[in-house]
């Protein structure tokens, strides 16, 4: 099958199109024939090795993982001992993120990472729920109707459901991205739009719940942004950042009654299917601002990586 395989860490000139076996599924696995697989966050820091936690598949280079891609969707050709939830000819979706493996024709998958298709999705539109949606519907769940929210990297997937989901709970929305996405925030349902480049949003507000999906600002920062009783969750960001939330984070939000901390985000079908059928019953639009071949990861991981896609990109490996 081909792959795109990476054995060094750094940019997408070291990702190699090539002919590699197809996995065979181990007991408890499936093998998914990929139709199409979306780009994530993790797959960009996957790829450069940076934060240091995106090294915990090889330290010095990928070894573990030298196939990115987790968020997948096509059809299971094969089923290894034990799976009783699919079988060969259904159309699946799931995020295989410990291992990735989803940049190439087919990945091997536990059956539990995986849910069946809705048939009002397209799988493209599959593809791109699973990391995102996750993401989206748990941060989403933090706050209460009437309270004010904001979503710094509003502009990218989870924003884009997150924005969505928060509106359709009845919160106060402000999204926070760049210039060229405060149009989309909008549209989106956003009540506020602001360019963080030129205004600074932890002066702004004050807001009940903070997410911030790109974090690099300091505790401080943070805990200005929050009413009392405020709550400010990460997702991802510098191994700084997330110590300094992890240890000062804690101090400062038990002494002013806030909370700082990051957020854990649960993996699984059972965090993302519920979305999905949402999208699938039209309450919620699934984004994909552009789509690309196989052959075009490099040029798809770098529209993504450099923030320039408004919601998800896909890359379709084959036809539906």
Known sequence: MRAWVNERYGSVEELDLREVPTPEPAPGEVLVEVVATSVNLSDWEGLRGSPAYARLGGLR?????????????????????GVTRFAVGDEVYGDNIPRFGGFAEYVAMPETALARKPP??????????????????????????????????????????????????????????????????????????????????????????????VAHRSVFAYRRALAPRGRCLMVGGT??????????????????????????????????????????????????DRTFDLADLPAALVHHGEGRALGKVVVLVRDA
């Open 61 to 81: 280079r990928p070894l573990r993982r030298p196939i990115l891609g987790s968020d997948v969707a096509g059809r299971v050709v094969a089923v290894g001992d």
């Open 239 to 288: 191994v700084r950042t997330m110590l300094r939330m992890l240890t000062l984070g804690t101090v400062v939000g038990a002494l002013t009654r806030t909370r700082l901390g990051i957020l854990v985000v649960h993996e699984g079908p059972a965090h993302f299917t519920d979305l999905a059928d949402r999208c699938a019953a039209g309450e919620v639009d699934i984004h994909i």
């Open 120 to 213: 009002a999705l397209t799988l493209a539109q599959a593809s791109a729920v699973p990391q995102a949606g996750a993401i989206a519907a748990q941060a989403v769940a933090l706050a209460a109707p009437g309270e004010r929210m904001l979503i710094n990297g509003a502009g990218g997937g989870s924003g884009s459901f997150a924005i969505q989901l928060a509106v359709a709970k009845g919160l106060q929305v402000t999204g926070v991205d760049n210039a060229g996405k405060l149009d989309f925030l909008r549209r989106l349902g956003a009540h506020e739009a602001i360019d963080y480049r030129q205004t600074d949003f932890t002066r702004t507000g004050p807001y009940d719940v903070v997410v911030d999906l």
